[in-house]
Nanobody, 121 residues
Framework: QVQLVEFGGDLVQAGGSLRLSCVASGLILGWNDMGWYRQLPGKQRELVATITNNSSATNYADSVKGRFTISRDNAKNTMYLQMNNLELDDTARYYC??????????????WGQGTQVAVSL
């Protein structure tokens, strides 16, 4: 089993910045792609950004391109999301997702519990 815990959610004014972190723990034999997703109550979870296992490639939702940056440090078992120039529409619960190789599972998807980001005027 792999546990993912997100940190860094907060209330921030529009135009401000936040840095989210996602720490992985457990019996991890290998790291695959990871990503950040967000969700509003009653709405579908949507992709924010993804990153490959060796950070060679990233992908962003159009709504966050140029403002958000995803990164990871496998040595620290941590993935980050730097969010700049935050907008009201960025308000959501942000979830960490990771694909890991664990005993008996070559590629399995895990989710964290989420961290709340609220952007105000």
């Amino acid at each position: 089993q792999v546990q993912l815990v997100e940190f860094g959610g907060d209330l921030v004014q529009a135009g401000g910045s936040l840095r989210l972190s996602c720490v992985a723990s457990g019996l991890i034999l290998g790291w695959n792609d990871m990503g950040w997703y967000r969700q509003l109550p009653g709405k579908q979870r949507e992709l924010v950004a993804t990153i490959t296992n060796n950070s060679s490639a990233t992908n962003y939702a159009d709504s966050v391109k140029g403002r958000f940056t995803i990164s990871r440090d496998n040595a620290k078992n941590t993935m980050y999301l730097q969010m700049n120039n935050l907008e009201l529409d960025d308000t959501a619960r942000y979830y960490c997702n990771g694909h890991f190789r664990t005993p008996g599972r070559p590629d399995y998807s895990y989710w964290g519990q989420g961290t709340q980001v609220a952007v105000s005027l």
